[in-house]
């Protein structure tokens, strides 16, 4: 009973949430961040440390976080869109050993992910063997067995850029 109701759950908390920003306290505009130290002191929080500020104030914040950018392609893109990164050597072009754990020659797709260590990844299923080859720093992933699907609540999404307004 209790995963039977963990979507709701989640779908009401995430409700409460958005209202509460929406709203906001009304007469401040206040900016903050998640425990890092650098909230403003008449900044609230809620339940779970979160600092919770009205989406008006999100504009006028002295401080605004800076933006996270992230890279993300597919449909082999390492070796058509981006051939001259691809040709300076520094991506292996094949795993031999992985052509021999996979049963297959070189790989279909090489794609390329750049990111820092605030970009995510959203979650998502593969219909391909994957080898991640970490040319710095680390990934982090999380890998759900299929029998999690019921749980996982899949859905399609529009797809959307964002776009900065000023400067980067």
């Not at 929080?45 to 600092?51: I, Q």
């Not at 699907?149 to 999404?157: C, I, K, Q, T, V």
Request: charged share 30%.
């Amino acid at each position: 009973e209790k995963w039977g109701r963990g979507r709701e759950e989640w779908d009401m908390e995430r409700r409460r949430r958005i209202r509460k920003l929406v709203r906001g306290p009304p007469s401040k505009e206040l900016c903050g961040s998640r425990g890092n130290g650098r909230e403003d002191k008449e900044a609230e929080r809620d339940d779970d440390g979160l600092t919770v500020f009205p989406l008006a104030g999100v504009d006028s914040c002295p401080r605004p976080l800076p933006p996270v950018l992230y890279y993300s392609r597919q449909n082999d893109c390492l070796r058509t869109d981006l051939k001259p990164l691809f040709d300076l050597g520094i991506f292996p072009p094949t795993f031999s050993w992985a052509e021999a754990a996979f049963g297959t020659g070189p790989p279909d797709a090489v794609n390329l992910w750049i990111g820092d260590e605030r970009s995510v990844s959203a979650m998502h299923k593969d219909h391909y063997e994957n080898l991640f080859y970490v040319l710095s720093g680390k990934k982090v992933f999380i890998l759900c067995p299929p029998g999690d699907a019921p749980f996982l609540h899949e859905g399609e999404f529009e797809c959307g850029t964002f776009r900065c307004a000023g400067e980067w």
